[in-house]
């Protein structure tokens, strides 16, 4: 059974930074893609961004391009999602997902990811 365990988020200031972890464990993947969504209320859930353990590929949503950095953490199956410049459209609860073998017109697709952590919340006030 694979568990996720996040860790980070909190509530910040307008232009502050925020880092959030992210560990899977519970089985072996061939093509770990891991990494986050969110979701504000009354909002559907959004990509944020994905990081591709074979290859090292990085993908972001839009919204968050040039703010946020995905990296490997040096735990095995960690993900940091390091959160530069929040502003408070980023208010959100923002969720680890994890899948293998994301086709890569899925990769933005929630759909796409089989697990999902338990959310934490990020709140940015202006």
């Known amino acids: 059974q694979v568990q996720l365990v996040e860790s980070g988020g909190g509530s910040v200031q307008a232009g502050d930074s925020l880092r959030l972890s992210c560990t899977a464990s519970?089985?072996?993947?061939?093509?770990?893609?891991m990494g986050w969504f969110r979701q504000a209320p009354g909002k559907e859930r959004e990509f944020v961004s994905v990081?591709?353990?074979?290859?090292?590929?990085?993908y972001y949503g839009d919204s968050v391009k040039g703010r946020f950095t995905i990296s490997r953490g040096g735990a095995k199956n960690t993900v940091d999602l390091q959160m530069n410049n929040l502003k408070p459209e980023d208010s959100a609860v923002y969720y680890c997902?994890?899948?293998?073998?994301?086709?890569?017109?899925?990769?933005?697709?929630?759909?796409?990811?089989?697990?999902w952590g338990q959310g934490t919340q990020v709140t940015v006030s202006s």
């Open positions: 519970g089985r072996t993947f061939n093509n770990l893609h």
């Open positions: 990081f591709r353990w074979n290859g090292n590929r990085i």
């Open positions: 997902a994890v899948g293998d073998g994301v086709i890569l017109s899925q990769i933005r697709a929630k759909s796409a990811y089989n697990y």
